[in-house]
């Protein structure tokens, strides 16, 4: 739908666009990033800001025993052929989901190494002298690769998501901040983002002298420019996971847990922690230092941006504006800085964004000002994507374009603005009818958080007390009040509406006939903040005094 009204910013980014004959120039990727985190005995709530605006948000039980990459040695309940998968007892009360894909080539390695360190067979960690059995075929059927009752060890892919159970892999792997250890292969990968030819070749050299033999190696975007000794050092921790893993596989009865995932705030440290970080912010001492310990394994530079914010009576969401940013960004709609807004609609097959221009909807828009409310757009909608942890299929109607150049610039912006989100996700281009499909990876539920608040006024009845009546039950508190404080200075705080109506005209004005009544002056306060119905008295040091004391 077209738009008759062009923001500044609208024209600024209409006049670049076209002395660049609409070459999108993409945002520098260098932000000022934050971590405020609020840390109980029983929970972990973390949020992540990047230039102050809100653009991730982790809430964490400590009594998680399902997150995604913890290992465990399960067993095999039942096959499903007409699935081409298995379900596996982990421990939770829902049967893990184990598909014949998620099994990966290396299968017969995995149930082998397991048999034999439970029967006895193996007595080592090590796999040099592990001989490796042949690749299964990648179209085969799950009858032919897993035998019943058969133990297998498994990590998790996909934590516990409504009434589904967890969603399996045996493609077993160990993550660091810089490297990924994975057995049963010799393969050296290195991350595509690594973009120098000559630091490609240096990482792979190094992965390859340090790793041991039939372990493979994933060399991660933050490995770049790091020295031998750093990636030796991660190199040793991570094969110290595996040995721990097997001397717990060795002594572990199934179904059970043989290594934990860090938790939440040190999986996030390890996997986004940058010279970008301003700082990090936490409420809890123990946590903080928690935090100082870990940070000092590897990047022992970054522990002064750690600050424990002491306890003033205020949660630190609200001292940082983080619950604001929660309260205007989560709900059906999202609004932004021009005016335009989103509408989010989800339903069991898919998630659909409505791109709307605003109320001022016309026809002499023109292409320029249509492509920079849809650019605008797509930031937003990047953003709450990661905040939200949309999965799954999302469809997203932009504001009809016409120009198929303008359709090529909003596609790539997109890119650009999703390239710091970890989900794995695949765009798609606009299609003729305006709606462009994306795909995102999904591993944890969906972030849902109810921004609606109880009416104060009628706590959530529907109904309050007769307005006709509430001067009569003003009065009848201030009489409670002055009978109690008979010589102090009271002022009544209600909403404008009920001040003006006490305090506007001459006769017969409430206050006049207050102060005759009372033989004192009592003082009115219009609070714009305050519910109609709400009234409050406070004495002449603005203390509120409460009727039930």
């Known amino acids: 739908m077209p738009i008759d009204f062009m923001t500044q910013n609208h024209l600024i980014f209409a006049n670049n666009l076209n002395s660049n004959n609409f070459g999108y120039q993409s945002k520098a990727l260098i932000v000022e990033k934050e971590l405020i985190i609020h840390s109980t005995q029983s929970e972990v709530e973390i949020a992540l800001l990047e230039d102050g605006k809100l653009v991730e948000l982790h809430h964490e039980e400590t009594s998680n025993d399902f997150a995604v990459g913890d290992i465990f040695i399960g067993k095999i309940r039942k096959l499903m052929p007409g699935l081409n998968a298995a379900f ?195 409420d809890d001492k123990e946590t903080c230092e928690s935090i100082k310990n870990y940070l000092a394994g590897f990047a022992p530079d970054q522990i002064k941006i750690v600050q424990h914010h002491k306890a003033t009576g205020k949660h630190i969401f609200d001292h940082f504006p983080v619950n604001r940013q929660v309260k205007a960004s989560f709900g059906k709609t999202a609004t932004m800085a021009s005016g335009a807004y989103l509408v989010i609609e989800h339903t069991e097959a898919m998630h659909v964004i409505d791109v709307n221009s605003g109320h001022k909807v016309g026809s002499a828009a023109t292409d320029d000002a249509i492509l920079a409310v849809n650019m605008e757009a797509a930031e937003e909608i990047a953003r709450q994507m990661r905040l939200r942890d949309l999965g799954g299929i999302i469809i997203i109607d932009f504001i009809d374009m016409k120009d198929p150049e303008h359709k090529k610039v909003l596609q790539k912006a997109m890119k650009d603005f999703m390239v710091k989100d970890r989900a794995q996700h695949t765009i798609l281009p606009l299609s003729k009818f305006g709606l462009m499909q994306i795909t995102r990876q999904r591993v944890r539920p969906e972030l849902k958080i109810n921004t609606a608040e109880v009416c104060v006024s009628c706590n959530g009845t529907g109904k309050v007390q007769p307005t006709v009546l509430l001067t009569d039950a003003l009065e009848f508190d201030l009489d409670a009040v002055l009978q109690t404080r008979p010589k102090g200075k009271i002022s009544v705080h209600v909403h404008p509406f009920v001040a003006a109506y006490l305090t506007k005209g001459f006769y017969p004005k409430r206050q006049i006939n207050w102060y005759f009544k009372y033989n004192k002056w009592i003082r009115i306060q219009p609070e714009p903040d305050y519910p109609l119905t709400t009234y409050k008295f406070f004495d002449e040091n603005e203390d509120e005094i409460r009727l039930n004391q």
């Open 88 to 282: 596996v007892d982990i421990g939770h009360k829902k049967d893990a989901f184990l598909h014949y894909t998620d099994m990966g080539p290396k299968l017969k390695n995995v149930l082998k190494f397991t048999d034999s360190v439970i029967s006895g067979g193996i007595n080592t960690a090590s796999l040099d002298h592990f001989r490796i059995e042949p690749d299964i075929n990648k179209n085969g059927k799950v009858d032919q690769v897993l035998p019943k009752r058969q133990h297998i060890l498994v990590q998790i892919l996909k934590e516990p998501i409504g009434t589904k159970g967890p969603r399996l892999s045996c493609e077993i792997t160990i993550p660091g901040r810089f490297l990924v250890l994975t057995p049963f292969t010799d393969v050296i990968a290195v991350s595509k983002k690594i973009s120098s030819a000559d630091e490609r070749k240096r990482l792979q050299t190094i992965a390859e002298s340090i790793k041991p033999k039939n372990f493979g190696v994933i060399v991660r975007t933050a490995a770049e420019g790091k020295k031998t000794a750093e990636l030796h050092e991660e190199m040793m921790q991570m094969t110290a996971k595996w040995e721990k893993i097997f001397f717990q596989l060795k002594q572990a009865k199934p179904p059970a847990k043989l290594l934990s995932e860090l938790d939440k705030t040190s999986s996030i440290l390890r996997d986004l922690l940058s010279d970008q970080f301003s700082r990090i912010i936490v």
